[in-house]
């Protein structure tokens, strides 16, 4: 979803900053600014939800001791 967002306000953006170029630059970034909002939303969305702290997480859960069963 931030993906998303990131792809279609951050070309938005980057064209409102091109008002006086001819449409044919306009033309060409289109696609590069796409592309850098679509990974602009993914990085924010990413922070948003905590994504980051799973590695964390994951981690600390690798430090705990493994699970020993009752041998008879």
């Known amino acids: 979803m931030y ?9 938005m ?10 449409s044919k630059t306009k033309i060409i970034i289109f696609p590069f600014t796409t ?3 679509l990974y602009l ?8 939800t905590g994504r980051f702290n799973d590695y964390r997480r994951s981690k600390f859960l690798g430090t ?3 699970n020993v069963f009752i041998k008879k």
């Open 3 to 11: 993906s998303f967002l990131g792809s279609l306000l951050f070309p």
């Open 64 to 66: 705990l001791p493994a």
């Open 35 to 37: 592309i850098l909002g």
């Open 41 to 48: 939303g993914s990085f924010c969305g990413h922070i948003l």
């Open 13 to 22: 953006f980057c064209l409102s900053q091109f008002k006086y170029y001819d």
